[in-house]
């Protein structure tokens, strides 16, 4: 899981670079670190032979971090809602809740080559 | 860093001072089995002080309701105290302020287990 650290670092320090604010840069570290966790746990199922691909990119108008694992896919509609009142008990199944939260664009499809790809914006100016 | 967890007695109330991360691997685990140790052994009404808690992600949230499950499954009460405004954000974002009760106050926490 050093790997997952390691991501929300990265993130963390380059939302710096674009000047985001302590809240906002610990919120997209977090959306970064449980798209990672994602990819490590329920895309390569902990599986040592496969990677978790990063990549993050900057502008002046945004930070984009892309996220791939080499899993066998998912049906993000196959999710069940973690805020329905039956589901709010659940120990798991919260994570993509808050990397919506944290983020202004969220995009989840297939990656090129098998697995998933995650890909999540922060918008850095303001309409 | 990972998560600290220490227990004190305030009258019948167990406060549970935890300080540092509450994240995935050994912080959530640790956190578990300190819950689930308290509840095993009887303590019925747990204070979490969450004030010292720099960071929790979904994994620590779900360790927190876990350890809600196995304390109320066993007759007793999980409240939360010390919450930053970090935690507070998450614990809208998840809808669950619905399923914990939270005081900002060590004292009034203590007291609402007598009401």
């Known amino acids: 899981m050093a790997g997952v650290d390691k991501a929300e670092e990265l993130a963390m320090d380059e939302a710096a670079k674009l000047g985001l604010g302590e809240d906002e840069r610990q919120q997209f570290g977090m959306a970064v670190r449980e798209c990672t966790v994602n990819a490590v746990v329920h895309g390569n199922r902990y599986s040592n032979k496969k990677k978790v691909h990063l990549e993050i990119q900057s502008s002046n108008e945004s930070l984009i971090v892309i996220i791939g694992d080499e899993g066998d896919g998912f049906d993000m509609s196959a999710l069940p809602d973690p805020l329905a009142p039956e589901n709010l008990l659940r120990q798991s199944g919260r994570g993509l809740l808050l990397v919506r939260a944290f983020v202004d664009e969220f995009d989840l499809h297939p990656r090129a080559g098998g697995g998933t790809e995650v890909r999540i914006v922060k918008h850095l100016l303001k309409s | ?115």
């Not at chain 2, 691997?25 to 819950?35: K, P, T, W």
């Not at chain 2, 809600?68 to 998840?94: A, E, H």
């Open chain 2, 1 to 115: 860093m990972s998560i600290k967890l220490t227990s004190r007695q305030v009258g019948d109330v167990t406060v549970i001072d935890a300080a540092g991360r509450l994240t995935l691997g050994e912080g959530a685990s640790a956190f578990r089995d300190y819950i689930r140790d308290l509840a095993a052994k009887g303590n019925t009404k747990l204070l979490l002080n969450l004030s010292e808690v720099s960071y929790i992600d979904s994994s620590g949230i779900g360790e927190m309701v876990s350890g809600f499950t196995s304390v109320t499954n066993n007759g007793g009460q999980l409240k939360l105290v010390g919450l930053s405004k970090r935690v507070k954000d998450l614990l809208q974002i998840t809808k669950l302020y619905t399923v914990f009760e939270a005081f900002d106050d060590e004292a009034q926490a203590v007291r609402s287990f007598h009401h």
